[in-house]
Each structure stands twice: as C-alpha cells, then as structure tokens.
C-alpha cells in the first residue's frame, strides 16, 4: 500500500504562486509514476501534470502548461508542484496520485492522496 500526504496548499492572489509538496511512503518510491489531479467545486476531478518514474517525462493538461511545473526527489520520496501565475479557476482540492504506470490516459491512478486546498482570490 502506497501513502501519500500533501501539503502547501493555501490562498493566494491571482498571478501569485504556491509550491504544493507530495510525500509518499510504503512502496519504492521510484517505481512509481506520479502527478497531480485537481478538482473545482461542483465540477468532476481533473488531471493535472504527471511525471515518469525517472523525472524525466512531464505531461501537463493544456490548462496549466507553461505555469505548472511538476518533478520529483526520489532520494526524498517527494514529488512537487510549482504552481505560477495562478488564476482564480485553479481554485480547487489539488490531489497528488500514484500509479504503476506511466503510461496510457491519464483518468485515474492507483493511489490518491487525501487533497489540499488551494484558492485563488481575483
């Protein structure tokens, strides 16, 4: 079984930043693929970015690419989220997820986290 715990979710300004941090336990770290699902209010859980095993491959959704930044430390077992010029529909419970591949669609994961809030005031 994979835990993972998110953390630096907050408020923030539009055009602001915010840095939200995964660490993950239980299972080698390095063996799985990770990213960033997130979602709105009143609206259904969207993916975000993902990263490979290695932290060489990024995929980002349209919505964020060129803002959002995702890798991963896996000496630290953590994978991180940069999160630039912020705007007020990024407002939502950013979830940090696992999955033993990282390839194929990504619509869902193996493992979830339990989802930090962040809102951005316009």
């Known amino acids: 079984q994979v835990q993972l715990v998110e953390s630096g979710g907050g408020l923030v300004q539009a055009g602001g930043s915010l840095r939200l941090s995964c660490a993950a336990s239980?299972?080698?770290?390095?063996?799985?693929?990770m990213g960033w699902f997130r979602q709105a209010p009143g609206k259904e859980r969207e993916f975000v970015a993902a990263?490979?095993?290695?932290?060489?491959?990024?995929y980002y959704a349209d919505s964020v690419k060129g803002r959002f930044t995702i890798a991963r430390d896996n000496a630290k077992n953590t994978v991180a989220l940069q999160m630039n010029s912020l705007k007020p529909e990024d407002t939502g419970v950013y979830y940090c997820?696992?999955?033993?591949?990282?390839?194929?669609?990504?619509?869902?994961?193996?493992?979830w986290g339990q989802g930090t809030q962040v809102t951005v005031a316009s």
């Open positions: 997820a696992a999955r033993n591949s990282y390839y194929g669609r990504w619509s869902e994961a193996n493992y």
């Open positions: 239980g299972r080698s770290f390095s063996s799985l693929a």
């Open positions: 990263i490979s095993m290695s932290g060489g491959s990024t």
